[in-house]
């Protein structure tokens, strides 16, 4: 094969055609400046420090996205706990009626907008798709409520032709029950149900959340269970005073029933996402820390070889110049 010479300095290079960028050592020792030169010699080191710098951005965002999730989680956890004591009545009261046989179901699935949470949003995916198999049958119909830009995503691949509602950036700014009440006032007019499931997350603590369906039944099917006994038949022992009748009584309570339920279902799965987010940020955050030390480790080894071997060859080349 054909050599080039290449002469600098007094010294005498050999370069190899088919590696423009290699060096012939054999002959002569050549000093680390000279090998910056053609940038061969520290192109590895500097691809390491390039890895440092970006492992230790990424753990910055790590931890202040998990300082933000704290602070959130404090605010949201306190409305959780004092919402959950004003749908607990309407369960002592009507009852959850989980496995109430009715022809058109709506499952209400409530996701997150914004991912890094762990697992909550396919949790609740997994889960409404099971409720939407245990629902399904002959003559029956069963539709999608989606809240959350996550559950859409997912929903869509193969159940879209039975989504009849989406909603998105319902927490954009902090929940309250107006703004619930509203959106549950929403779903009553513009969807047709018997039996409202609604699938959340339970918050438990930061590590622990547990997938929960509610079912809220229709003034119409609280009726037909009520005259079949049950938990509803208890209803008849109650005087009705004013003008209302059973059946305006009934309405009322659903819709005001949906709305608290809804209303808590909301806050659980933002008191989930939130100590998802806070964990999953604390192990992304470890798991940086460890990947930094071992670029770390990487990075002064390859630098102590690079001097190890630069002081070899000065050895070497003044060995060669007093010979």
Do not use: H
Request: glycine share 6%; net charge positive; with cysteine.
């Amino acid at each position: 094969m054909a050599m080039a010479a290449l002469r600098r300095g007094g010294r005498r290079f050999l370069l190899s055609p088919s590696l423009p960028n290699s060096f012939n050592t054999a002959e002569m020792a050549i000093s680390s400046e000279e090998f910056g030169v053609f940038g061969a010699r520290s192109i590895s080191t500097q691809v390491v420090r390039n890895r440092m710098k970006s492992v230790k951005n990424i753990q910055k965002i790590t931890k202040a996205m998990k300082m933000v999730a704290a602070s959130k989680l404090r605010a949201v956890q306190n409305s959780t706990e004092n919402s959950r004591g004003v749908w607990q009545p309407f369960t002592a009261l009507l009852g959850d009626s989980r496995s109430v046989d009715v022809k058109k179901n709506v499952i209400i699935c409530v996701t997150s907008d914004k991912g890094l949470c762990g697992g909550i949003n396919s949790t609740s995916v997994k889960v409404s798709k099971a409720v939407a198999k245990f629902t399904s049958g002959p003559e029956k119909e069963t539709k999608y409520v989606i809240l959350g830009e996550k559950g859409k995503v997912q929903l869509v691949r193969d159940s879209k032709n039975n989504i009849e509602l989406t909603i998105s950036e319902l927490q954009k700014n902090p929940l309250n029950y107006t703004q619930v009440a509203v959106l549950a006032d929403d779903i009553i007019k513009n969807v047709q149900f018997d039996a409202l499931r609604i699938v959340f997350n339970k918050f438990r603590s930061v590590v622990l959340f547990m997938p929960t369906v509610a079912t809220i039944l229709s003034p119409e099917a609280v009726e037909r269970e009520a005259e079949a006994g049950g938990k509803l038949g208890e209803l008849d022992s109650y005087e009705i005073e004013g003008g209302e009748t059973k059946s305006e009584v009934l309405q009322n309570l659903s819709e005001f029933q949906f709305s608290c339920v809804l209303f808590n279902a909301v806050l659980e799965n933002a008191c989930s996402e939130l100590g998802a987010r806070m964990s999953a940020m604390d192990s992304s955050s470890r798991n940086a820390g460890e990947m930094l030390d071992r670029l770390t480790l990487s990075y002064n080894r390859t630098r102590q070889a690079s001097i190890t071997t630069e002081l070899i060859e000065i050895i070497s080349g003044a060995s060669a110049l007093e010979g």
